[in-house]
């Protein structure tokens, strides 16, 4: 008498889509704002509104205008040290991330005075941008404080920091700087990536229906 064998099925433990958790993608810049860079006009207001919020005013109000005037990445901005600083001869010297070029930066009077703030405030920092710990500033919490500012200053759509280096270039392009210098300000190493703030050149297009 021939036995019959019973084959039990087990079920497989590999996942399958239906139960793997799906993330949400993330929308595009161009889903959620018209345009990635601030006019000079935006800037001011973000730099006022930082100024109001928090209490950390004067710290953050520094960190939004240094970002702007030196088109510093945030890991940039909360790296900076006292020793890039020369506050008698009124000079930064920048560091750039992602294979950047380094340069020399002029400090204009009101970064100067801002700065010299900061040092009184807080004499004996090795970093420039620091918590009441005295240790050094996340980029998350920079990252929190610009969106704060920009909801403060009511500007018609969310912003965020990396917005503030893209703003520094369509500037400089505006004001008829030489592409090349802008490159070296900015520590492009391709200036391919420079070329594409004199795409947005208000004056591009003059005199075309002339």
Not at 20 to 40: F, I, M, T
Not at 41 to 70: C, F, L, P, Q, W
């Amino acid at each position: 008498m021939s036995k019959v064998v019973e084959f039990k099925h087990h079920h497989s433990t590999t996942p399958t889509i239906e139960n793997r958790k799906v993330l949400p993608v993330p929308p595009k810049y161009s889903q959620v704002r018209e345009r990635e860079y601030l006019l000079p006009d935006e800037v001011n207001r973000i730099i006022k509104a930082a100024k109001n919020v928090g209490r950390h005013g004067h710290r953050d109000m520094t960190m939004v205008m240094m970002s702007y005037r030196h088109a510093l990445r945030v890991s940039e901005l909360v790296n900076l040290k006292w020793s890039q600083i020369d506050l008698n001869q009124g000079l930064i010297h920048v560091n750039r991330l992602k294979n950047g070029v380094a340069s020399v930066h002029p400090l204009s009077g009101d970064e100067i005075r801002a700065l010299r703030k900061l040092k009184r405030d807080y004499p004996d920092t090795q970093y420039i941008f620091i918590t009441e710990r005295k240790s050094p500033i996340t980029t998350s919490t920079v990252r929190k404080m610009i969106k704060r500012a920009g909801d403060k200053a009511k500007l018609p759509f969310p912003i965020h920091h990396h917005m503030l280096r893209h703003s520094t270039g369509f500037a400089l392009v505006n004001s008829q700087q030489d592409t090349r210098a802008i490159q070296h300000y900015m520590g492009h190493k391709n200036i391919q990536h420079t070329v594409r703030y004199t795409e947005l050149a208000v004056g591009r297009f003059d005199n075309f229906w002339n």
